[in-house]
C-alpha cells in the first residue's frame, strides 16, 4: 500500500496474507467508508484555513510594497517572507526594514486564535528568540546591518479580543517579562472595511503606552486610531509554506499559459521551465527562493506523480504531461484542484484505515507477530 508507513504496510501485508486476511480485508473498507467524509471535510477546513492565513500575509505585505505609503514616506520595505524557515525553526511570516534607521520588523500572522492562543504567543516569543540568535546570518541575507528590532502578532480584527486577553494574561502572571524592551506588538487587520491595518495599542497590562507602539512614532501614527488602508499589490503568488494544492494550481496555471502563448502542446512541460517559475523572486518572495524554490518544485512533481496527475514523456528525461481532461485553463485547472483532493484525501484515508486496522488486530490478538508501537 503506498502512502502508508513501512512499518505499518509490513504488518498489513502480513495480515492480509495470514488465515485473517478476508476479515482483515472488510474492516479496512468498513474504517475506510467512515473516515472518508471526515477526511474531506479535514481537507477543505486546513485548506481554506491556509488561503485565509496566506490573504493576511498578502495585506501585511502590500502594506510595505512599491506602491505603498509606509514605504514612500517612511522607507518600511517588504523584504522576504518567511525568514529562516530554510532552517527549519520557528519563523514569522513577514520580514519588513528600513535601511536608514536599520530596524526591521517581524510579523507572525494567525487566522484562527480560537483556540491555543496561549501557545500562539509562546511560539511567536520562540520565533523571536531564532531571530535574536540567527541575526548575523539575517543581515547576510539582506546585505545590511539590522540595529533594531519589533516583533509583531497580526490577526483578523474580530480575533483582536481573544489574543490580547491573553497576552495580558500572561503578563499579569508572570510569564512574559514586561519590563522588555521589545514585547511583541499586535496588528489587526479589517478584512471588510477596505482591508485596514491597524496597530493595537489598548493592552492593559502595559504601564507605558510606548510598549504597545512602534519606536518610530511616524510608524505608530501611519497604523494609528484610524488604521492603515491597504492598497493591494500582487507581489508574490505564492509562499514557502502555502498549501501545497495552492502551489500546484499557480504551478498548473503557468504551465498551460506558457504553453497558449508560446502556442505549444498545452499538457507538456519541462522541469527546468517550471524550476525557473518557483524559482522566481517575483513568484516566491523569499530571500532563499532558488533553493526553496527547487524543494517546492521536487514535491509537487514527486507528488503528482505519484497522485497520477502526471506522468514522465517517454524518452525525455525532462519532459512531463498534465494528465488532466480539458483545453481551457479553467477546466483543466478546476479538474487539478478535483483529482488532487480526491487523491490527498484517499491516501490520507488508506494510512489511518491501515494503522487502525493493524492496532485492532494486535490489540485482539497481542501474539499474532512482534508489532512494534509507534510504527513509521
Request: charged share 30%.
Amino acid at each position: 500500500m503506498k502512502g502508508v508507513g513501512s512499518g505499518v504496510e509490513n504488518e498489513l501485508n502480513r495480515l492480509l496474507a495470514s488465515k485473517s486476511g478476508k476479515e482483515v480485508q472488510v474492516r479496512i473498507k468498513e474504517i475506510e467508508k467512515n473516515l472518508h467524509k471526515i477526511e474531506i471535510e479535514s481537507f477543505k477546513k486546513h485548506f481554506e484555513r491556509s488561503e485565509y492565513h496566506d490573504k493576511l500575509v498578502d495585506i501585511c505585505i502590500s502594506a510595505f510594497g512599491p506602491e505603498s505609503k509606509c514605504y514612500n514616506d517612511l522607507g518600511y520595505a517588504f523584504i522576504s517572507s518567511e525568514p529562516l524557515v530554510e532552517l527549519g525553526v520557528k519563523n514569522f511570516d513577514v520580514m519588513i526594514y528600513n535601511d536608514k534607521k536599520k530596524h526591521a520588523i517581524f510579523v507572525e500572522c494567525k487566522s484562527s486564535v480560537k483556540s491555543n492562543r496561549g501557545k500562539y504567543i509562546s511560539d511567536a516569543y520562540e520565533a523571536k528568540t531564532n531571530v535574536i540568535e540567527n541575526q548575523k546570518y539575517l543581515e547576510e541575507m539582506l546585505g545590511d546591518e539590522i540595529e533594531t528590532m519589533e516583533f509583531v502578532i497580526c490577526v483578523p480584527s474580530h480575533k483582536t479580543d481573544g489574543i490580547v486577553r491573553e497576552i495580558e494574561r500572561q503578563e499579569n502572571e508572570g510569564e512574559i517579562d514586561v519590563s522588555s524592551n521589545d514585547l511583541l506588538l499586535i496588528w489587526q487587520v479589517s478584512l471588510f472595511e477596505g482591508e485596514v491595518l491597524q496597530l493595537f495599542t489598548r493592552i492593559n497590562s502595559r504601564d507605558k503606552q510606548y510598549k504597545s507602539q512602534h519606536k518610530d512614532l511616524n510608524l505608530t501614527k501611519m497604523l494609528g486610531s484610524d488604521g492603515h488602508e491597504v492598497k493591494s499589490e500582487v507581489l508574490t503568488k505564492f509562499y514557502p509554506s502555502s498549501h501545497p494544492l495552492t502551489m500546484g494550481s499557480k504551478i498548473v496555471t503557468e504551465i498551460v499559459t506558457k504553453n497558449m502563448r508560446e502556442n505549444t502542446q498545452i499538457n507538456v512541460f519541462s522541469k527546468e521551465s517550471v524550476e525557473q517559475f518557483c524559482k522566481s523572486s517575483r513568484n516566491l518572495a523569499h530571500y532563499a527562493c532558488e533553493k526553496l524554490g527547487k524543494n517546492i518544485v521536487d514535491h509537487f512533481i514527486g507528488e503528482c506523480e505519484f497522485f497520477g496527475l502526471i506522468e514522465k514523456v517517454e524518452g525525455e528525461d525532462d519532459l512531463f504531461k498534465l494528465n488532466l481532461e480539458g483545453k481551457r485553463l479553467n477546466t483543466i485547472l478546476n479538474n487539478y484542484k478535483e483529482e488532487y483532493k480526491k487523491a490527498f484525501v484517499a491516501r490520507k484515508v488508506r494510512q489511518k484505515a491501515a494503522k487502525q486496522v493493524v492496532e485492532e488486530y494486535h490489540k485482539k490478538y497481542p501474539d499474532l507477530s512482534n508489532y512494534v508501537e509507534n510504527p513509521e
